[in-house]
């Protein structure tokens, strides 16, 4: 039996993970196997949701009711090269995650 190993990528700022995802070293991804974990600013953030149109992916921490967004055109034709970062309160979080905390 095989176990898909979580990533985990850690920055110290939101400014670092938006520069990270537009220098290009990372690529775009089809599916929710990519980014599933991130740490910015000390706190770790689960893949909330992310569209089929690659235009958004949401992160949220249930522990500090805290939620980061990136936006692009279309991270799989274009890349994250125009990624745009944002961070906010979630008005909810979904019952069917289990968030790391």
């Given at each position: 039996?095989?176990?898909?190993?979580?990533?985990?990528?850690?920055?110290?700022t939101?400014a670092?993970?938006?520069?990270?995802?537009r220098?290009g070293?990372?690529?775009?991804?089809?599916?929710?196997?990519?980014?599933?974990?991130?740490?910015?600013?000390?706190?770790?953030?689960?893949?909330?949701?992310?569209?089929?149109?690659?235009?958004?992916?949401?992160?949220?921490?249930?522990?500090?009711?805290?939620?980061?967004?990136?936006?692009?055109?279309?991270?799989?034709?274009?890349?994250?090269?125009?990624?745009?970062?944002?961070?906010?309160?979630?008005?909810?979080?979904?019952n069917?995650?289990v968030?790391?905390?």
């Amino acid at each position: 039996m095989t176990t898909k190993m979580k990533t985990f990528h850690t920055f110290k700022t939101i400014a670092g993970f938006e520069k990270f995802l537009r220098s290009g070293k990372y690529p775009a991804c089809h599916s929710s196997g990519c980014l599933d974990y991130i740490t910015v600013g000390g706190i770790v953030y689960t893949m909330h949701e992310y569209d089929f149109d690659g235009q958004s992916v949401t992160w949220a921490n249930e522990k500090h009711w805290a939620m980061i967004e990136m936006e692009t055109a279309n991270r799989y034709k274009q890349g994250y090269g125009d990624a745009k970062i944002s961070a906010y309160s979630p008005l909810g979080l979904r019952n069917d995650i289990v968030y790391f905390q």
